[in-house]
């Protein structure tokens, strides 16, 4: 390289290592003139574009570049190049200076590769909850922010950690396992730690994990420092579950609309992790504003790689054939394997240190048969009480036989309820009714509750009829 080339070279390192240097000193010129009142052409220096923008790639990958810079300068050179990729690049830079440094004899060294499908094992599906959750996968949790979402993965993590029976019933045959837990939104002391002591966990076999940078605690930035995560799984050893509640607290620079920037940076990642370790990895979200006729899976906050990378995707809802606030419903939405289960968040009076404060628990009910529909787009609390009341009246009589839809209507109105107000596609499967035309034109529909014999007779209820 001749001297020319290099010293130009080294002019466009040094000012890329000083640029932050530079831009402070710049805006406090404009600050300054400001507070002053002088008017001032200078801007704020991150709307001017660098004279190297074009040239930062290949800054980033030729370590010759800096070749022209000597002492302070090229150690300034280097943690400015290490700070572009990352806090956690930027720690390895500073203990290792030719950390990023690749010699053309490495680059040469990588080879693209392929191989035939019959020479890859089969696998069976590993379980940590079996049908719910894969042993080595990644599932998302979305839903309301009072759904007990958080609840729901302490009470898993708890189960894990004791070796406790399953929220379904099934045996957890694991035996007691350590978890790994990323919650930053919920006090561990007066909040987390009560919990899942309530729910039966093995507090030695719970482990917080977060980042800490010259003696200062910090919250983890996955796309950074999903690397150190990894490094704690490892110490630790048969790691079984990672909760990361909510994910959009941990993305770092990743912004959680961006496809590319959630897929490559943070969820490809963290499934690899997962398979690698044999652990599954649960994050949780929460639902964006679309309306109630967007698709399920589309009510999901952020990109579409929360729900497209996970294995498992869970949605937690209010209970629609329950009027208590508190009742919800898990329910398994995209591979649909796992039955729908009912929960109940409470709260329980627990005493330590002297005094006593209440703690969420998480009780669950069984398995559920509403429409997963139903819970996304709930019913307003008003609403779902008037269509119980429409349900226990409607069933009453139906009980004694089949009912044309104007009875029912009339019995609706005699008892205080607008027809006009109901949801009947709703109530006819909270009635678990059939509906079936009526001889004659225009003499409408009935509503019957079918026994098999009766089906049978009747050649079946009348496919494709309106809910009238």
């Known amino acids: 390289m001749n001297d020319t080339a290099q010293l130009s070279k080294a002019a466009d390192a040094a000012f890329l290592a000083y640029e932050p240097a ?74 290792d200076p030719n950390a990023f440094a690749q010699t053309d004899e490495e680059y040469r060294a990588r080879v693209g590769r392929t191989e035939t499908a019959d020479v890859i094992a089969k696998e069976h599906r590993v379980w940590l909850w079996p049908k719910y959750l894969g042993r080595n996968r990644v599932a998302h949790f979305g839903g309301g922010s009072t759904e007990g979402k958080s609840p729901v993965t302490l009470d898993i993590a708890a189960r894990v950690s004791a070796g406790l029976p ?35 966990a093995d507090l030695e076999n719970i482990h917080r994990f977060y980042v800490e940078q010259q003696n200062v605690e910090l919250t983890p930035s996955l796309d950074a420092d ?36 959630i897929r490559g940076g943070i969820l490809m990642p963290l499934s690899l992790v997962a398979r690698q370790h044999d652990c599954a990895i649960i994050t949780v ?20 790689a929360f729900v497209g990378v996970a294995r498992d995707v869970f949605i937690f809802g209010p209970d629609p054939e329950d009027e208590d606030k508190y009742a919800h419903t898990m329910s398994e939405v995209r591979n649909k394997s796992a039955p729908q289960l009912k929960y109940k968040t409470e709260a329980v ?42 349900v226990m009246l409607i069933v009453g009589m139906l009980r004694s036989g089949a009912k044309r839809k104007a009875d029912i209507d009339i019995a609706l109105k005699e008892n205080g309820i607008d027809p006009e107000r109901l949801e009947f596609t709703r109530i006819k499967k909270r009635c678990k009714a059939e509906v079936r035309a009526l001889k004659g034109k225009s003499a409408g529909y009935e509503w019957f509750l079918p026994t098999p014999e009766q089906t049978a007779f009747d050649g079946g209820p009348v496919k494709g009829v309106s809910n009238e």
């Open 285 to 304: 979200g929460h639902f964006n504003k679309r309306g109630s006729d967007a698709a399920v899976l589309q009510r999901l906050m952020g990109a579409a």
């Open 349 to 390: 009076k627990v005493a330590w240190d002297g005094q006593e404060s209440e703690v969420i628990r998480v009780k669950w009910c069984g398995v559920s048969h509403a429409n997963v529909d139903d819970v996304v787009s709930p019913q307003k609390q008003q609403d779902k009480s008037i269509t119980s009341k429409a």
């Open 226 to 261: 999903c690397r150190l995560l990894e490094v704690q799984i490892e110490d630790i050893g048969n790691v079984a579950l990672v909760v990361i509640d909510p994910i959009t607290n941990y993305l770092g620079s990743k912004q959680m609309n961006v496809e590319e920037q």
């Open 166 to 200: 399953w929220p379904d019933g099934t045996a957890n045959e694991l035996g007691p396992q350590p978890v790994i837990i990323l919650a930053a939104e919920d006090d561990w002391a007066d909040t987390v730690r009560p919990r899942l002591e309530l729910a039966g």
């Open 22 to 95: 530079f831009t402070q000193w710049r805006d406090s010129i404009v600050a300054d003139n400001k507070a002053e009142g002088r008017s001032s052409r200078l801007v704020c220096a991150d709307d001017i574009p660098s004279p190297i923008a074009d040239k930062i790639s290949a800054l980033m990958s030729d370590p010759d570049w800096a070749g022209g810079l000597t002492g302070e300068d090229a150690e300034q050179f280097r943690l400015r190049m290490a700070e572009m990729q990352g806090e956690a690049a930027a720690l390895k830079f500073k203990n």
